[in-house]
Nanobody, 127 residues
Framework: QVQLVESGGGLVQAGGSLRLSCAAS????????MAWFRQAPGKARLFVAG????????LLADSVKGRFTVSRDNAENTVYLQMNSLNSEDTAVYYC????????????????????WGQGTQVTVSS
């Protein structure tokens, strides 16, 4: 069982930055692929970024490439999402998710592949 707790959301002006954190429980954090998803009001939950268990591979949605980065600290059981150059389209609830990583598997974009989810943190970008 893995429990995930996001933090770092808030209100920011367009062009600003935020860093989201997701703290995970458990002793095998490095065995999990971690991902960030977001859901805007009235819209589907969408993949934003993912990172493999050892941090060697990352994947970003096209809409955030060049602005967002994903990283993790396995010693601290934490994954981060650094968000720069924010705009109003980034306004959403951001969720952290975990998937037990099989050997050599790619980072999954579909939410149904993830077994554990956090409660979400609101990010609001004002124009």
């Amino acid at each position: 069982q893995v429990q995930l707790v996001e933090s770092g959301g808030g209100l920011v002006q367009a062009g600003g930055s935020l860093r989201l954190s997701c703290a995970a429980s458990g002793r095998t954090f490095s065995s999990y692929t971690m991902a960030w998803f977001r859901q805007a009001p009235g819209k589907a939950r969408l993949f934003v970024a993912g990172i493999t268990g050892n941090g060697a591979n990352t994947l970003l949605a096209d809409s955030v490439k060049g602005r967002f980065t994903v990283s993790r600290d396995n010693a601290e059981n934490t994954v981060y999402l650094q968000m720069n150059s924010l705009n109003s389209e980034d306004t959403a609830v951001y969720y952290c998710a975990a998937r037990f990583q099989e050997s050599f598997e790619p980072i999954r974009r579909a939410g149904l592949n993830y077994d554990y989810w956090g409660q979400g943190t609101q990010v609001t970008v004002s124009s």
